[in-house]
């Protein structure tokens, strides 16, 4: 049987012999107590990277989420987010379970973007009848969809002329960042650092394009890591010996930053592939992501395609929509066993 071709998400990466390597290399101690070079060294290169004064290592993109509505937000606050933001859509009510921050979720417009004047509608008066609107909340990528630069720039603007505060779940930052410098013809990390700095913290994910097994960053001013600090250790986040996976997402952000491109390229390579199959529209992907809807007839197959790709070793998810994401363990032969298998099940 060939190897299965896991295109469920990009997170299902194994470390690379070098990665390995790296981890069984890196210097570790006790990062309660704040001795752990590794991690201190990982902080401080994101930082660094993305223009902020601090940077916290964290277990989960869930986690820095938290941990940044949190610092931002205390009870009674609310922060305005769009309707399939992960941190809204995604994480269990976690801001609002554990925080008693009320969300105030608002559609998004198609190109994934939450319009300005809907935005600003949202911001409650300082009034005792409402919650204190504290923050906006943006993701980039959202659904793998890049925001348009000129949007950020104007949302984030909004936002702090009205007294918000600005994170940005960036758990795909450096995906959009290649994206975007696509476009621009910049280089990446630049463009990782121009969106970066529209917001008050970012939350960046090193176990998704990046590569690594476990961890991500949230970046902020020197008192709000501080705060996120205090919160991540009431969530349980506080890791000893953390240098093993701070030193696997450090060599991430040293060595696959600039791979990120021939993900994209392989996401562009499946959705040109399976464009033309009849009863499919295939959105065309900005990055990694490829989300396809059946139509007609087949809408009512989601269920046997999914079991068709599997049997042929491709693996895909189906919750709403059809999605494959490309990443560091798909090649060009398994996009292309992909799309073989999707034209079987639609030619039988
Ligand atoms: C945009 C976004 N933010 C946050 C997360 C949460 O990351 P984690 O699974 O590490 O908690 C995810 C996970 O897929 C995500 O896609």
Redesign the pocket.
């Known amino acids: 049987m060939a190897t299965v071709v896991d295109l469920r ?1 990009d ?1 299902v990466t194994q470390p690379t012999p070098a990665m390995r390597a790296a981890m069984a290399a890196a210097p570790l101690g006790d990062d309660v107590f704040g001795s752990d070079p590794s991690v201190n060294a990982l902080q401080d290169k994101i930082a660094g990277l993305l223009g902020f004064e601090a940077a916290l290592f964290v277990p ?4 820095s ?1 938290l941990c940044a509505i949190l610092s931002h937000c205390g009870r009674g606050d609310e922060y305005i987010v769009g309707q399939q933001q ?2 809204y859509r ?2 269990g009510g976690g801001a609002a379970v554990f925080g008693s921050v009320q969300p105030q979720p608002l559609d998004h417009a198609a190109d994934g973007t939450l319009p300005l004047a809907q935005v600003e509608a949202a911001i409650k008066p300082d009034d005792a009848h409402f919650a204190r609107t504290r923050l906006l909340a943006l ?1 980039n990528t959202l659904g793998g969809k890049l925001l348009p630069f000129d949007y950020v720039q104007a949302a984030t603007a909004l936002a702090k002329a009205k007294g918000l505060q600005r994170h940005l ?1 960036g ?2 930052l450096f995906n959009a960042a290649t994206a975007q410098a696509a476009h621009a013809g910049g280089d990446v990390r630049a463009e990782a650092r121009r969106i970066a700095q529209c917001f008050d913290s970012v ?1 960046v ?1 090193f ?2 394009g990046l590569g690594a097994p476990i961890g ?1 960053a949230l970046c902020g001013s020197k008192e709000f890591i501080a705060r996120a600090h205090r919160i991540r250790k009431m969530a349980g986040g506080g890791m000893r010996q953390a240098g093993l996976l701070a030193a696997a997402a450090s060599h991430a952000l040293d060595h696959h930053v600039d791979r990120l491109a021939d993900d994209h390229a392989l996401a562009q390579r499946l959705a040109t592939g399976l464009a033309g199959i009849d009863g499919l529209v295939v959105e065309a992907p900005h990055t990694n992501i490829v989300f396809v809807d059946l139509t007609g007839a087949t809408q009512a197959r989601s269920a046997e395609l999914i079991a068709h790709l599997n049997a042929q070793g491709i693996l895909a998810t189906g919750l709403y929509r059809l999605r494959f994401v490309t990443h560091l363990d798909v090649d060009e032969a398994g996009v292309d066993r992909a799309i073989a298998a999707m034209r079987g099940f639609f030619s039988a």
């Open positions: 998400s997170t989960t993109g869930t986690q989420n992960h941190c995604w994480e993701e779940d758990a795909r939350s994910c176990s998704k991500s």
